[in-house]
């Protein structure tokens, strides 16, 4: 059984001018008419069973994340407390 956690709670800083805090790459329509988000879970959906996929954001993008993934169950998208850029590496 295969899982999926998508990081879906950064502001997008390397895609500026384009992605802004109040509309971060996740939610950006660049390739086609669907957000990098949408586009995501749909190119992991063949693979893995909508019960099994998990978005973390944060409590700014909450609402944009259940409207643009109203098929993925709410239980699933968890708030993480505080940006703590989790997801950034250094060089």
Same mark, same amino acid.
């Given at each position: 059984?295969?899982?999926?956690?998508?990081?879906?709670?950064?502001?997008?800083?390397?895609?500026?001018?384009?992605?802004?805090?109040?509309?971060?790459?996740?939610?950006?329509?660049?390739?086609?008419?669907?957000?990098?988000?949408?586009?995501?879970?749909?190119?992991?959906? @063949?693979?893995? *069973? %909508?019960? !099994? &996929? $998990? =978005?973390?954001?944060?409590?700014?993008?909450?609402?944009?994340?259940?409207?643009?993934? @109203?098929?993925? *169950? %709410?239980? !699933? &998208? $968890? =708030?993480?407390?505080?940006?703590?850029?989790?997801?950034?590496?250094?060089?």
């Amino acid at each position: 059984m295969l899982y999926a956690l998508i990081l879906a709670g950064g502001k997008g800083i390397r895609l500026y001018p384009l992605s802004r805090s109040e509309n971060p790459k996740q939610f950006l329509k660049l390739i086609n008419d669907k957000s990098f988000l949408r586009n995501t879970v749909d190119r992991i959906k @063949p693979l893995v *069973s %909508k019960e !099994n &996929i $998990f =978005v973390v954001t944060n409590e700014e993008y909450l609402d944009k994340i259940y409207e643009e993934l @109203p098929d993925i *169950s %709410k239980s !699933n &998208i $968890f =708030v993480e407390p505080a940006n703590k850029e989790t997801a950034y590496y250094r060089i």
